[in-house]
């Protein structure tokens, strides 16, 4: 009997095998600029499937070690990078990662090429993407805040794309005290002529081994909360090359990302320039949150494509029951379950991106950046949930061999689970869409892009699909505003429901717009079906939270007793 050994799956050239990224970016895009980024991709699209790829697993197979003295008993805190680390690191300069966003070639769709290409890269990069958002975040503060000669030629060396001049950026925040929450902040920040020494411990600091960070701190006789906080530039290294006032305590064991550096610290007399006005270090650091946050979702889609474009072709090489898996019906019904979920993200992030570009450049319309500020927080939410669950399933595909450590693939769930916790966890991130809510006109904006996008739909077969749609987003209106009405607990019991409501009716009125391209424009009914198939969901879900409901939540969520009332009592 030949002995029988299973081909795991194999990854062809990532642009040329993704037709959504395609169809949308031949959409989105003029046909000159067009031309131009799918050559480009096409190109890029096969290295993050060989040398970006190669270079990503060697990272993970050798994270990041910590080196506190040197052989003669000198305070050194050198945290050690692989070789292949490294590299990838001089790949993000070369290939413009961050340096196209500032360059700003294509005017407002350079924010789109960008993110086009990050989305190829994320998943093979050993989270490399981490350092890139948290360094293009810090371009973007320094950008609009940092108007000192040493702020700007930090901003210079963020955007080259000169390997050798490039630095990437941390974003050291986090403190015993909690994470989104700062306004325990206790990080003390003293006057040491035009700059400050900072004195504080930081928890959990990402991407410690980067030149840079960006870090909130309380001034000397600043009041406490958040009004109190101002941010500051540092550099991890003085001019003598030693750490500036750094040591760090020790590297975190995570659960994933471990190719990542993330380290807790604590910074004696640290050198460092604030950015942008005393006491407005929350709002100054609100552009780099968005950054950042933008970043997540894009991977998490990454993320997600990646997962499905591993599980498609492993269906391919499976047979099982006598049959391949791509035969099997109930296989197929999955991977289109998954497929869609990667379609509803997909649109989601990436008309962030677009909204993103149009703000940064000066041509976006008062909607458009209430559309922003809404939507960044639901797109982070909802794809950093989307992505643990496609994981899930993918992993689930491979059976066995989904579970086992050397084949790579748990790699998949360990590293997606971070997405939906570190830039605002899903609660945080909920509320943060109802103070977006409160401050702008956040949804009406959303509600009356999504109407327009559905009244210019032409293809008849999307009728019943674009109903559905409405029907979602009238839901979404009357809820938001039964919740103004029932008062701010009950806005804040439901705000996680609610962002999800708002996610998945807007990605609805995306996904129709692009199959109604996709059907006058390419002849292809496959964006079509994966949108009626997301509109047949429950787009919207019940919100109820009255006192009654909260208290029996409390009972179950706290494990306390619920008195028995006569309305719970059941007759006879």
Same mark, same amino acid.
């Given at each position: ?27 989105? =895009? ?21 040398? *970006? ?14 080196? /506190?003295?040197?052989?003669? !008993? ?18 993000? &300069? ?19 090429? /960008? ?55 941390? /974003? ?9 929450? +700062? ?35 309380? *001034? ?119 497929? +869609? ?43 950093? %949930?989307? #992505? ?10 491979? !059976? ?16 997606? /689970? ?5 830039? !605002? ?31 210019? =739909?032409? &293809? ?19 809820? #938001?505003?039964? #919740? ?58 019940? =919100? ?9 939540? %409390? ?18």
């Amino acid at each position: 009997m030949r002995e029988f050994h299973q081909d795991g799956p194999r990854l062809g050239n990532q642009y040329l095998d993704d037709r959504l990224l395609r169809s949308w970016l031949r959409r989105v =895009l003029p046909p000159e600029m067009h031309a131009r980024v799918h050559l480009d991709l096409q190109r890029f699209g096969a290295r993050v499937a060989t040398d *970006i790829l190669a270079l990503g697993d060697a990272a993970e197979a050798a994270p990041p070690r910590l080196v /506190q003295f040197d052989p003669w !008993g000198r305070r050194v805190d050198r945290i050690e990078t692989s070789e292949s680390w490294r590299m990838l690191d001089r790949i993000s &300069a070369e290939e413009g990662l961050v340096a196209i966003g500032y360059e700003r070639a294509s005017g407002p769709l350079s924010r789109v090429e /960008q993110f086009a290409r990050l989305y190829l890269f994320a998943p093979s990069s050993a989270t490399y993407s981490c350092p890139l958002a948290m360094s293009d975040g810090a371009a973007r503060c320094l950008e609009l805040y940092g108007t000192s000669p040493r702020l700007r030629d930090a901003l210079r060396h963020l955007t080259t794309r000169n390997p050798d001049e490039f630095w990437t950026s941390g /974003q050291w925040m986090t403190e015993r005290t909690g994470g989104s929450d +700062v306004s325990g902040t206790s990080t003390l920040a003293s006057r040491d002529g035009d700059a400050f020494r900072l004195r504080g411990t930081k928890w959990f600091t990402s991407a410690t081994t980067a030149q840079m960070a960006m870090t909130l701190a309380r *001034i000397d006789g600043a009041p406490a909360g958040s009004r109190g906080l101002s941010l500051f530039h540092l550099e991890r290294r003085d001019p003598d090359g030693r750490m500036n006032g750094i040591q760090v305590l020790r590297l975190k064991d995570k659960l994933g990302t471990h190719a990542l550096p993330t380290a807790e610290l604590t910074l004696d007399g640290t050198h460092a320039w604030l950015v942008g006005e005393e006491g407005q270090g929350v709002r100054t650091i609100a552009s780099l949150f968005t950054i950042t946050r933008v970043y997540n979702a894009v991977a998490a889609v990454a993320g997600m494509r990646r997962a499905l474009a591993l599980a498609r072709d492993f269906a391919g090489r499976r047979l099982v029951f006598g049959r391949l898996l791509s035969a099997q019906p109930l296989h197929v019904e999955t991977l289109a379950d998954m497929a +869609v979920e990667v379609e509803a993200g997909f649109h989601l992030a990436f008309r962030v991106v677009e909204l993103l570009g149009a703000t940064e450049c000066g041509t976006a319309t008062a909607r458009d950046a209430a559309l922003l500020r809404v939507l960044t927080p639901v797109a982070k939410l909802f794809t950093g %949930r989307q #992505a643990v669950a496609v994981a899930s399933e993918a992993l689930e595909a491979f !059976g066995g061999a989904g579970y086992i450590e050397d084949t790579g693939l748990p790699r998949l769930l360990r590293d997606a /689970q971070v997405l939906s916790i570190w830039e !605002g966890t899903t609660n945080v991130l909920s509320l943060d869409v109802l103070r977006a809510l409160d401050t702008s006109d956040a949804l009406h904006a959303l509600v009356a892009d999504a109407r327009d996008q559905l009244s210019r =739909l032409t &293809a008849s077969e999307l009728a019943a699909s674009a109903a559905s749609a409405t029907h979602a987003l009238e839901q979404a209106e009357h809820s #938001a505003a039964d #919740a103004v009405q029932a008062g701010s607990e009950y806005r804040e019991a439901t705000a996680r429901t609610f962002a999800f409501a708002m996610a998945r009716a807007y990605a609805a009125a995306l996904m129709l717009t692009h199959a109604d391209w996709s059907l006058a424009h390419e002849g292809d009914r496959r964006a079509a079906i994966a949108a009626e198939r997301w509109c047949a969901r429950s787009l919207v879900s019940e =919100l109820h939270a009255d006192d009654a409901y909260r208290d029996a939540a %409390r009972a179950v969520a706290l494990d306390v007793a619920a008195p028995v009332t006569a309305l719970s009592m059941r007759a006879g």
